[in-house]
T-cell receptor, first 114, second 116 residues
Framework: AQSVSQHNHHVILSEAASLELGCNYSYGGTVNLFWYVQYPGQHLQLLLKYFSGDPLVKGIKGFEAEFIKSKFSFNLRKPSVQWSDTAEYFCAVNAHNQGGKLIFGQGTELSVKP | ETGVTQSPTHLIKTRGQQVTLRCSSQSGHNTVSWYQQALGQGPQFIFQYYREEENGRGNFPPRFSGLQFPNYSSELNVNALELDDSALYLC???????????????FGQGTRLTVV
């Protein structure tokens, strides 16, 4: 069965620290990859997506992610986090010929200390 | 704002009851998917509707059912509620149908269902 694994359940950082959240998936075919963010009390928002082309994708709010096909990974990065980045982050995969369903990781809660 | 609206925002039901949750998709979108997000977990796919037909289903029992209407809004119905059904139910709409590759889903704020 397909799965998405996020390495960290809870990450605590100080402002200005660098961030990297790991995401691995198990599917060998064509995939679309996403990172969503869920701020407290708000809906899931798309941070960035990978469909094809340049494996380094840039999203909103200074986030970027790198797709490494050989490692089945799509790690999220940000050079310098802010207190406002405190939220839950979800990696998701949409696999080819799987009916369009998104498979989500279990999420990583990020707490940024001011 | 994503243009996807869900109602109600919160709901409390008793075990054994039935519940209907509603979703209005973003303008121009013909595909609606429903997800269940238990506390501390990522969303789990329940099913998807494309042009009023169910188009894919996750590992949920038949007491979870749905509808999509000609205006592409959707309902999620859950019969014989169980305590474990307590969760945030998310609706997502997108503009493409069956394959849904190379498109993104826009999520509503969800309905928080508590079963007591």
């Amino acid at each position: 069965a397909q799965s998405v694994s996020q390495h960290n359940h809870h990450v605590i950082l100080s402002e200005a620290a660098s961030l990297e959240l790991g995401c691995n998936y198990s599917y060998g075919g064509t995939v679309n990859l996403f990172w969503y963010v869920q701020y407290p009390g708000q809906h899931l928002q798309l941070l960035l997506k990978y469909f094809s082309g340049d494996p380094l994708v840039k999203g909103i709010k200074g986030f970027e992610a790198e797709f490494i096909k050989s490692k089945f990974s799509f790690n999220l990065r940000k050079p310098s986090v802010q207190w406002s980045d405190t939220a839950e982050y979800f990696c998701a995969v949409n696999a080819h010929n799987q009916g369009g369903k998104l498979i989500f990781g279990q999420g990583t809660e990020l707490s940024v200390k001011p | 704002e994503t243009g996807v609206t869900q109602s109600p925002t919160h709901l409390i039901k008793t075990r054994g009851q039935q519940v209907t949750l509603r979703c209005s998709s973003q303008s121009g979108h013909n595909t609606v998917s429903w997800y269940q997000q238990a506390l501390g977990q990522g969303p789990q796919f329940i099913f998807q509707y494309y042009r009023e037909e169910e188009n894919g289903r996750g590992n949920f029992p038949p007491r979870f059912s749905g509808l999509q209407f000609p205006n592409y809004s959707s309902e999620l119905n859950v019969n014989a509620l169980e305590l474990d059904d307590s969760a945030l139910y998310l609706c997502a709409s997108s503009g493409k149908g069956t394959a849904m590759l190379n498109t993104e889903a826009f999520f509503g704020q969800g309905t928080r269902l508590t079963v007591v």
